[in-house]
């Protein structure tokens, strides 16, 4: 389930939580556990955020060094048909 649907839910909960019914020292429990979730959830998402941007920006600099060795393979290669042309 994506962490956004998790968050509403969880925001609906503690709208929900004063007419549930529940005795007030549940009621209280309920809703600093679902908003310590609410906080977890969003650092969380942070987090994977920076480390699957870092992982991109990983593959597009190993993507470049191929490009950049293929290229100079390239080279290579020309000049020795163009030395043994000569």
């Known amino acids: 389930m994506p962490k956004n ?3 509403i839910i969880l925001g609906v ?3 929900l939580l004063p007419v549930l019914g ?7 429990f309920f809703q600093v556990v679902t908003g310590l979730s609410i906080v977890l959830l969003s ?10 941007l870092k ?3 990983q593959r597009r ?3 470049k060094r ?7 393979q390239r080279e290579a290669e020309k000049q ?5 042309s000569l």
């Not at 020795?80 to 043994?84: N, Y």
């Open 5 to 7: 649907r998790i968050i």
């Open 13 to 15: 909960l503690i709208a």
């Open 22 to 28: 529940f005795p007030r020292l549940w009621e209280s």
């Open 43 to 52: 650092i969380w998402a942070s987090i994977d955020k920076r480390l699957s």
């Open 55 to 57: 992982a991109k920006a």
């Open 61 to 63: 600099q190993i993507h």
């Open 66 to 72: 191929r490009e950049a060795e293929i290229e100079a």
């Open 80 to 84: 020795v048909l163009q030395e043994e």
